[in-house]
């Protein structure tokens, strides 16, 4: 019972950050949402008994990702968004569309997994030590893999965002 | 004891929440944030069902999507970045040069 | 009541006492860690002052003790002032956001060994988590966006640069600093803050302390305390609110209350990595212990203290010593001195732990 009002108290949450990014026009106000979002969800993993990547989830996306888009968001002073006219044959087809689809994915999930048994709470199974173990051993490759994406990753951003050298030296010259 | 189907929902409507803010938004930051939110819905949708099937790659699944979507974070800021100095705009309506 | 054994957290207490006593912790750690907040303060102008051979405040009380106090009421009756340019609800928001978390992560933080008060006992602790450490740095990772905030919404140059260079500086050095944690984390083999407390305990060579600074995490250590430093945005690493460039950076249109958020959050930040430095590399509250039994069960707290209270003085020391760092030396100290060497730790001290596990006994 505790289970199910904390999940639909964080689910709520959830919504509520995800529908806020949607609605508000200034792009802080929306990585703020989805930060509260990300906060949520690390609950919601903390209920599912993953507290390793609850932590992973608030110190590398709400910690590391969003505060790289705050950044951005305040070097470039992003103003409101403009509006848009989206076409009206898109919102008479769309948004029925979506809710349809919507109502015909929940019914199949609810009605096929009424069964399903979910952890209890307290019961915190997903361990540093046992991810861990398959991190370094099951999915080594797919790990050192991944190092080497984010090492690409990095050569990438500092090469595309540093200023060609000349511009550079202009401006400087300039100034 | 909630069933997996709720936690399944919840990160549907996630996941449909970052594709609407996708298509309809028009600030490319934005843009990108909805992305981040359809992997934080396809994310736990991952803990849900490691959770259900006592199985831990399935939390292990969701660092290399946390990686891949830090990669993505640095370099697509990084092309914000640069698309903002040429074009000085951040309205994808604008960054157009390509368009027929 | 004996401590229980092991990682048993399952203490045989009824819901009702267990609320009880950690509402009573909870309350009384807050309690602590304010009065330490605003006594680091008079700490800091008093040490300053004799730094610059003068005497600090010494008016309010005898040593000038209460001038936390009348400080705390000065900041209470001072007009608010919020200016018609700013971003109203984020102006608001920010120093409340750095503030709580600041407050926040002290709660996992442990404070000494099993107590125990006639039937009942707990140990020194808010909560005890597996993860703990790695709460404390996903709390504080969180106050980032605080200072960040404070400096968009307020709508002022000034204000916006001192912001920028404040995330920018503490995403950068949360890096450093979070990897040479790992150093103690593979010693300890733990997340959790109590057991890498507990693998600090005895001595090595009949007299050295078996702490974790003196036992190969020396070069983790300074790298931490570095780190930290630029973490809490202490000189030599105050560029976000470099009085003589910024104004008063990130905080410039903050006043009163407001303003006090601010520092409070400041300098519960310092109160907590002091705390988490003495844990990871001091030993905690490993001490020598003597004396009768009354005094055997404060020892702990008092080692505890004595270590967080060297940090602040640290801070202090080193703040009215160094000068302050230029914006691109602090970057490129941050990824191209501190990043290489919190990695070259992490190998040293993995090599160092499995050629223990091959060879025992033959490394200390």
Redesign the interface.
Known sequence: MLHLILFLFFGAICVAGAINLLVQSHPINSALSLIVVMASLAAEYLLLGAEFVAAVQVIVYAGAIMVLFVITIMLLNAGAEERTKGSRVAILIGIPGVVIGAVLVAWTLIGRSSTTQSVSIGALWGDPKSIARLLFRDFLLPFEVTSVLILIAIMGAVVLASRPKAVARGARKDA | ??????????S???F???V??FL????I??I???I??ML?GV??SF??F???W?A??G??F???V??????????G??????V??TRET??V?QVNLLKL | MPAPHGNTKDISLSITTFIIISIIKSLAVVGVLLTAVAYSVWLERKVSAHIQNRWGPTRVGPFGLLQPLADGVKFIFKEDLTQPHVYKPLYIAAPIIAMVFAITSISVIPFGNWVTVGPWGTYLQITDLNIGLLVVLGITSMGVYGVALAGWSSNNKYSLLGGLRASAQMVSYEVSLGLSLVGVVIMAGSLSLREIVDAQGGVFWHFIPRWNIFHGQTLGFFIYLISAYAETNRTPFDLPEAESELVAGYHTEYSAMKFAMFFMAEYANMVTVACLATLLFLGGWHGPIFGPPILQAVMPVFWFCLKVFFFMFLYVWVRWTLPRFRYDQLMAFGWKVLLPLAIANIVYTALVVALRAQYPGRFF
């Not at chain 2, 004891?1 to 919840?10: D, E, F, G, K, N």
């Open positions: 004891m909630v069933p997996l189907a709720y936690y399944l929902l919840l549907g409507i996630l449909v929440c970052g609407l803010g309809i938004k028009r600030n930051i934005t990108f944030m909805s981040e939110l934080n994310n736990l803990v849900a490691a959770a259900h006592h831990l790659s939390q292990v969701v660092f290399f946390m990686v891949v979507a830090a990669a993505e974070a640095a370099v800021l990084a092309i914000i970045i640069a903002y100095r951040l309205n309506d």
